[in-house]
């Protein structure tokens, strides 16, 4: 028995993901059928093995069933086809599905609206009190230095996952959601610190 794949997709390094997206991994069904595409292409009889080895039964309708939910959400593409030969006079043919991106991320909180004191930032800036040495901070202007360090944070890890090699993604994508939001905080505010003079966009901020 040969087997040969054709795969026509071209996987994105990174996905982020919208509300609807993030709420589809309430479903457990939708979140083991990602993660069993999270090394290689697999088709659905592939899908009804790997539920089986979390023993769990799974029919063939059913996987189907959650592969065209996470194909509706773009979580999820049809990587191509595997021919598998039999014999000279019998091929089969499945289509193979993988996920969309090799890592997903969650959306940061929205940015607190221009000119607005959002609740998040009134209690930041009674809470940097001591550190400004008693000098009063604007709430507002705290809004407006925390959206442009979380607009920047944000676009420099992006472009690192983006550029990482295959071994770190798989890495990374391994993780839980946890750890994801851990590696993507630390990374973040540390390749900013470096990118970014913060103390002087802290007075800036804060005259």
């Known amino acids: 028995m040969l087997k040969q794949e054709a795969i026509t997709y071209k996987q994105k390094a990174v996905l982020i993901l919208s509300e609807e997206q993030f709420k589809s991994f309430n479903d457990e069904n939708l979140t083991y059928t990602v993660k069993f595409l999270s090394k290689d292409?697999?088709?659905?009889?592939?899908?009804?093995?790997?539920?089986?080895?979390?023993?769990?039964?799974?029919?063939?309708?059913?996987?189907?069933?959650y592969l065209n939910k996470l194909l509706k959400l773009k979580l999820v593409a049809k990587a191509g086809k595997r021919i598998?030969?039999?014999?000279?006079?019998?091929?089969?043919?499945?289509?193979?599905?993988?996920?969309?991106?090799?890592?997903?991320?969650?959306?940061?909180?929205?940015e607190c609206p221009e000119g607005v004191a959002c609740p998040e930032y009134i209690v930041a800036s009674s809470i940097l009190k001591n550190v400004f040495k008693d000098k009063e901070v604007p709430a507002v202007k705290l809004a407006i230095l925390g959206n442009k360090l979380n607009s920047e944070r944000n676009k420099i890890f992006i472009d690192l996952i983006s550029n990482a090699d295959p071994e770190t993604l798989e890495q990374f994508a391994a993780l839980d959601w946890k750890k994801i939001n851990f590696v993507k905080e630390f990374v973040g505010w540390l390749a900013i610190s470096l990118k970014m003079d913060i103390p002087d966009e802290i007075n800036q901020c804060c005259q």
């Open 41 to 65: 292409p697999l088709s659905i009889s592939d899908l009804v093995q790997a539920f089986k080895k979390h023993d769990m039964d799974k029919s063939e309708k059913s996987i189907y069933r």
């Open 84 to 110: 598998t030969s039999i014999d000279e006079s019998d091929l089969i043919s499945e289509t193979i599905y993988f996920r969309s991106a090799k890592v997903f991320l969650t959306k940061d909180c929205k």
